[in-house]
């Protein structure tokens, strides 16, 4: 198109990727996830060949659409699923595997769900000091006190939960598990019962808190942003397998999977073919990261923030509709071929629909992927991206 513009930057995602990686490395390994396979069904497995680890104090996010097998492996790793393949090593203890269960009760595991699970007949502090029986009542005293404070919840101690909101709830869910002292977090889903707006401040609130207590956890959502807010590493699942495992980042901008391009962010592909270095697209050339010969056909990975609007008369582009979603304005774009794309502008930049434009493209990432893209390729296509050098 008239006034395309694409080009690269350094590869400072994969470089804060690695580094990201040779921290967690220098951590001690609290959870190691071995080739686990889960089935509820025989010759049905609902994940297969699960490999991923977890470090002191790290945040994993276990992300993917309903289905995909993430709330299973939580459970495998809290013991309430059996492995039928695989080895699962918690603090340098083998808990699960095809010969051996260790039981949930015995992982030293803390968990926060969905609904809460708080106990409607108990007060606050009687809810957070339910599994301290053991100790005596001044060491729960304290220990209460202590997560009434980091929690929030000070003043509330003698409330029952259905007085309670649902992010004062799901706080003292929180401090329950957390009274346990874990040497994992488990968190299934919780803030799908908050409003948008209590989500967004909890996620911020939960973030600071794990930080604080330096709790090793382990969240599982189907909200892309949800995960890149809260996690340092990403594992993405797609029908029981491990399509990437890295830094939020490298998951957006370098996915190596068409399904994770897609599934974090909106993403558009367009067809290509290479010719020498570059590869030419109806919407300008592109740097031919992976060094294919000339004349492959290709796709190339473009997202909304790469393509801006050019209204130019005698355009043969034109802007089908517009979006808008309060901090930008979401331009769905019909180019020549037919093919229709879309360009992200600011809440500001508004143009009607059926003006002609040319775009400017600024991909600061260049991601190829094989032709064609079908649904055979987006479930199964391997690495096939990099930022450039």
Avoid: W
Wanted: glycine fraction near 6%; proline fraction near 6%; aromatic fraction near 4%.
């Amino acid at each position: 198109m008239n006034g395309s513009a694409p080009h690269t930057q350094s590869g400072k995602t994969t470089a804060t990727a690695l580094e990201a990686m040779d921290i967690a490395g220098e951590r001690s390994s609290v959870l190691e996830l071995r080739e686990v396979s889960c089935a509820y069904e025989p010759k049905r497995p609902a994940v297969e060949h699960i490999t991923s680890t977890v470090h002191q104090g790290e945040i994993l996010c276990l992300l993917g659409p309903s289905g995909c097998g993430k709330t299973t492996i939580l459970r495998a790793i809290a013991g309430f699923e059996r492995v039928t393949a695989g080895s699962i090593v918690l603090s340098g203890q083998l808990v699960s595997s095809p010969n051996v269960m260790v039981p949930t009760e015995e992982r030293q595991i803390g968990m926060v769900f969905q609904e809460y699970a708080l106990f409607p007949h108990l007060r606050v502090e009687k809810n957070i000091a339910f599994g301290l029986s053991h100790l005596s009542r001044t060491q729960q005293r304290a220990i209460v006190d202590d997560l009434l404070t980091l929690t929030g919840l000070r003043g509330l101690e003698q409330r029952y939960p259905h007085e309670l909101s649902g992010g004062q709830q799901q706080r003292v869910a929180l401090a329950r598990a957390l009274a346990l002292r874990p040497v994992l977090l488990l968190l299934d889903e919780p803030f799908s019962n908050l409003d948008p707006d209590m989500a967004s401040r909890m996620r911020q609130d939960l973030h600071a808190l794990l930080r604080q207590t330096k709790t090793t956890a382990i969240l599982v959502t189907h909200d892309h942003d949800e995960a890149f807010s809260m996690a340092d590493r990403v594992a993405v699942l797609n029908r029981g397998r491990l399509e990437q495992f890295d830094t939020p980042e490298a998951i957006y901008h370098v996915p190596t999977t068409p399904f994770v391009a897609d599934f974090v962010g909106q993403a558009d592909f367009i067809s290509g073919v290479v010719a020498n270095d570059v590869v030419t697209t109806e919407i300008g050339d592109f740097p031919n990261t992976r060094h294919l010969a000339t004349g492959t056909n290709v796709v190339v990975m473009i997202r909304p923030d790469d393509i801006h609007i050019v209204p130019t008369k005698g355009a043969n582009a034109h802007i089908l509709a517009r979006q808008f979603k309060g901090s930008e304005n979401v331009y769905t774009i019909q180019l020549p071929s037919g093919q229709v794309v879309h360009s992200s502008e600011s809440s500001l930049s508004i143009y009607q629909t059926g003006t002609a434009i040319a775009l400017r493209v600024v991909a600061t990432h260049t991601v190829l992927f094989p032709q064609p893209l079908d649904a055979t390729t987006t479930e199964q296509a391997g690495p096939a991206a990099a930022s450039p050098p």
